[in-house]
């Protein structure tokens, strides 16, 4: 799409990968950006292993509950000590492994995308950066629609402010 569009696609291609990497590693764009911010110096320290799980039973704790949480908590730990008895003082394996269990076990489907619309921090963050933001727009493509492109890929429709009621509805 970025190249039919024609614009900037190299500097485009780049913002979309960086993108995907945020979403995915937050941690290492962060410093990424830090590095940038202030000639090649981070301003904050990197998130440690036991800081990135932590923040991560927390997330699965308020997708789903404890016990489910516990159950990623339990696997990473268990990776952890057979990594750490294999090759003393590495955390490779763990690092990713924590990071990919957790993309599997925090599946964004269109409930968990309407609990974190609705959980509170999203109206924050819109009031704390704009002052209005009533012609807000939500590009979604619901199931329940169904309206398919000439791939096979579900189109998106927009949706106004309203559909926060929707997405309450959902959560």
């Given amino acids: 799409a970025i190249e ?6 190299a500097m485009n291609i780049a913002a979309f990968r960086w993108g995907r990497r945020a979403a995915h590693e937050p941690e290492f764009v962060r ?22 799980i932590a923040r991560r039973v927390a997330f699965l704790t308020a997708y789903q509950n404890a016990a489910y949480a516990e159950r990623y908590s339990r696997r990473i730990a268990a990776l952890r000590t057979a990594e750490e008895k294999a090759i003393p003082g590495s955390k490779t394996v763990t690092e990713m492994a924590a990071r990919n269990l957790f993309k599997l076990m925090a599946i964004k489907d269109e409930y968990e995308v309407a609990r974190l619309y609705t959980d509170g921090s999203f109206t924050r963050a ?14 979604l493509a619901p199931p329940i629609l169904g309206s398919r492109d000439a791939d096979g890929k579900a ?16 959560a």
């Fill in 155 to 170: 189109r998106k429709s927009s949706f106004g402010p309203w559909m926060m009621k929707g997405f309450g509805v959902l």
């Fill in 4 to 9: 039919l569009n024609g614009e900037a696609v």
């Fill in 31 to 52: 410093g990424q950006v830090d590095r940038q911010a202030k000639g090649g110096q981070p301003t904050e320290k990197a998130e440690t292993l036991d800081e990135v």
């Fill in 126 to 139: 819109l009031a704390q950066q704009f002052e209005s933001y009533g012609k807000l727009e939500f590009h």
